[in-house]
């Protein structure tokens, strides 16, 4: 049985994920609009980890028997410059929700949830990794500046990212 406390800090998180899912999906929208079908699928696949990511915690309070509550997605920005200035928004909007991700974890902690703990964890890994792929197309972005050519490819590279279920989903 989860707690009020626990209930409540994890629908919040719920609601966090499908903002973030419609950041992804803002940014994803605004390079189609501008001819960088790479990018924008990029972000698009951002998009669909984000929904997996409100859905495990879905799964999670479903599984504990808590109430899983939807609350409004606040509005997000719909303009972004440059595929650096997106990438740079995109880290600063993973860091914040890694600070989410620990806050919960602490929360567990303090009431001695282990079992919210212990889903937790793969979040605090995942958090790991996606500032680091924000950290790394900011670097290449950063590298390239202004030169077409530069943006012509990485936005090719950048075509070739496949979604895949995350872990918790899979079932693995
Ligand atoms: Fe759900 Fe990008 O973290």
């Known amino acids: 049985m989860l707690s009020k406390t626990i209930e409540a800090a994890i629908n919040a998180q719920i609601n966090a994920e499908f903002w973030s899912a419609y950041l992804y999906l803002s940014m994803a929208a605004n390079f189609e609009a501008d001819g960088k079908k790479g990018i924008a699928n990029w972000f698009n696949v951002q998009f669909k980890e984000e929904q997996a990511h409100a859905q495990i915690f879905m799964n999670y309070l479903y599984s504990r028997g808590a109430r899983v ?19 740079k928004a995109t880290l600063t909007h993973e860091k914040k929700v890694t600070a989410l991700i620990n806050e919960l974890y602490a ?27 924000a950290q790394e197309l900011i670097d290449k972005f950063t590298l390239i500046g202004d030169n077409g050519f530069g943006i012509y490819t990485l936005d090719k590279e950048l075509a070739a990212r496949v ?6 989903l899979a079932g693995e």
Not at 163 to 168: G, K, M, N, T
């Open 107 to 133: 929360l567990a902690e303090s009431e001695h949830d282990y079992a919210t703990r212990e889903m937790l964890t793969w979040f605090v890994n995942e958090q790991v990794e996606e500032e680091e792929s």
């Open 69 to 87: 509550l939807l609350k409004p997605i606040e509005a997000v920005d719909t303009e972004w410059a440059t595929p650096l200035d997106a990438f």
């Open 163 to 168: 979604y895949a279920e995350p872990s918790p």
